[in-house]
Protein backbone atom coordinates (compact mmCIF):
# COMPACT_ATOMS: atom_id res chain seq x y z
CA UNK A 1 0.00 0.00 0.00
CA UNK A 2 1.34 3.70 -0.84
CA UNK A 3 1.93 5.81 1.90
CA UNK A 4 -0.29 9.11 2.01
CA UNK A 5 -0.55 12.22 4.35
CA UNK A 6 -2.71 11.66 7.75
CA UNK A 7 -2.90 13.68 10.80
CA UNK A 8 -2.12 12.52 14.25
CA UNK A 9 -3.90 14.92 17.47
CA UNK A 10 -3.36 15.11 20.73
CA UNK A 11 -3.49 17.16 23.51
CA UNK A 12 -2.07 17.50 26.84
CA UNK A 13 -2.35 20.31 29.73
CA UNK A 14 0.48 21.51 32.41
CA UNK A 15 -0.20 22.55 36.14
CA UNK A 16 1.74 25.57 35.47
CA UNK A 17 2.83 28.05 33.10
CA UNK A 18 6.25 27.92 32.77
CA UNK A 19 9.18 26.73 30.80
CA UNK A 20 10.03 23.22 32.27
CA UNK A 21 6.49 22.19 33.02
CA UNK A 22 5.41 22.98 29.00
CA UNK A 23 8.45 21.41 27.83
CA UNK A 24 8.45 18.50 29.92
CA UNK A 25 4.47 17.73 29.15
CA UNK A 26 4.97 18.37 25.19
CA UNK A 27 8.22 16.34 24.62
CA UNK A 28 6.22 13.78 26.64
CA UNK A 29 3.37 14.35 24.36
CA UNK A 30 5.03 14.06 21.33
CA UNK A 31 7.23 11.03 22.40
CA UNK A 32 4.15 9.26 23.12
CA UNK A 33 2.35 10.16 19.78
CA UNK A 34 5.40 8.93 17.48
CA UNK A 35 5.73 5.49 20.03
CA UNK A 36 1.69 5.04 19.47
CA UNK A 37 2.34 4.96 15.70
CA UNK A 38 5.67 3.85 15.37
CA UNK A 39 6.54 7.00 13.55
CA UNK A 40 10.05 8.54 13.39
CA UNK A 41 11.23 12.48 12.56
CA UNK A 42 11.39 11.41 8.67
CA UNK A 43 8.01 10.77 8.74
CA UNK A 44 6.42 14.09 9.56
CA UNK A 45 5.52 16.42 7.39
CA UNK A 46 5.05 19.18 10.09
CA UNK A 47 3.58 20.09 13.15
CA UNK A 48 0.85 22.58 14.13
CA UNK A 49 0.58 23.25 17.94
CA UNK A 50 -2.08 25.66 19.63
CA UNK A 51 -2.45 26.92 23.24
CA UNK A 52 -5.11 28.20 25.35
CA UNK A 53 -4.35 32.06 26.22
CA UNK A 54 -3.07 31.48 29.56
CA UNK A 55 0.17 29.64 28.10
CA UNK A 56 2.53 32.37 27.80
CA UNK A 57 5.73 31.83 28.80
CA UNK A 58 7.34 29.70 25.79
CA UNK A 59 6.39 28.13 22.53
CA UNK A 60 5.20 24.40 22.43
CA UNK A 61 7.66 24.43 19.23
CA UNK A 62 10.59 25.37 21.47
CA UNK A 63 9.84 21.76 23.35
CA UNK A 64 10.11 19.98 20.02
CA UNK A 65 13.23 21.99 19.16
CA UNK A 66 14.51 20.24 21.99
CA UNK A 67 14.29 16.55 20.87
CA UNK A 68 15.84 16.83 17.94
CA UNK A 69 12.83 18.13 15.93
CA UNK A 70 14.21 21.06 14.49
CA UNK A 71 14.41 20.59 10.34
CA UNK A 72 10.71 19.42 10.92
CA UNK A 73 8.40 22.72 9.81
CA UNK A 74 6.30 23.68 13.36
CA UNK A 75 4.24 26.69 14.01
CA UNK A 76 2.06 27.55 17.34
CA UNK A 77 -1.16 29.44 17.11
CA UNK A 78 -3.32 30.29 19.70
CA UNK A 79 -6.52 28.15 20.74
CA UNK A 80 -9.88 29.94 20.74
CA UNK A 81 -11.10 31.61 23.96
CA UNK A 82 -14.06 29.54 24.73
CA UNK A 83 -15.98 29.14 27.66
CA UNK A 84 -15.76 26.18 29.31
CA UNK A 85 -12.86 25.24 27.62
CA UNK A 86 -10.24 23.34 29.39
CA UNK A 87 -7.55 25.97 30.76
CA UNK A 88 -3.56 25.47 30.50
CA UNK A 89 -4.28 23.11 27.26
CA UNK A 90 -1.83 22.62 24.27
CA UNK A 91 -2.96 20.63 21.23
CA UNK A 92 -1.04 18.93 18.61
CA UNK A 93 -1.52 18.07 15.16
CA UNK A 94 0.86 16.36 13.44
CA UNK A 95 0.96 15.87 9.29
CA UNK A 96 2.77 12.38 8.63
CA UNK A 97 3.65 10.21 5.82
CA UNK A 98 2.14 6.41 7.01
CA UNK A 99 0.87 3.72 5.55
CA UNK A 100 -1.28 3.14 8.22
CA UNK A 101 -5.14 3.38 7.88
CA UNK A 102 -6.76 6.02 9.02
CA UNK A 103 -8.39 3.64 11.62
CA UNK A 104 -5.37 2.84 12.64
CA UNK A 105 -4.29 6.39 13.75
CA UNK A 106 -3.73 6.56 17.56
CA UNK A 107 -4.44 9.75 18.64
CA UNK A 108 -3.47 10.79 22.41
CA UNK A 109 -4.67 12.85 25.17
CA UNK A 110 -3.03 13.06 28.39
CA UNK A 111 -3.40 14.78 31.26
CA UNK A 112 -6.26 17.38 31.91
CA UNK A 113 -6.92 16.85 28.13
CA UNK A 114 -7.83 13.12 28.19
CA UNK A 115 -11.24 13.70 28.18
CA UNK A 116 -11.52 16.40 25.20
CA UNK A 117 -11.39 13.38 22.74
CA UNK A 118 -13.13 10.80 24.48
CA UNK A 119 -15.05 9.11 21.04
CA UNK A 120 -11.50 8.26 19.36
CA UNK A 121 -9.92 5.37 19.61
CA UNK A 122 -6.99 5.26 21.98
Known amino acids: ?47 LFTATEDIVSTFPAT ?14 ARELAVVGSVPLCIRVMLHVDTDRP ?7 YLEGARGLRDDLPD
Request: glycine share 8%; with cysteine.
Open 63 to 76: AARSIGLGAVPLIC
Open 1 to 47: MPTSVKAVRGATTVDADNVEAITTRVVTLLREILERNGLAEEDIISI
Open 102 to 108: RGDIHHV
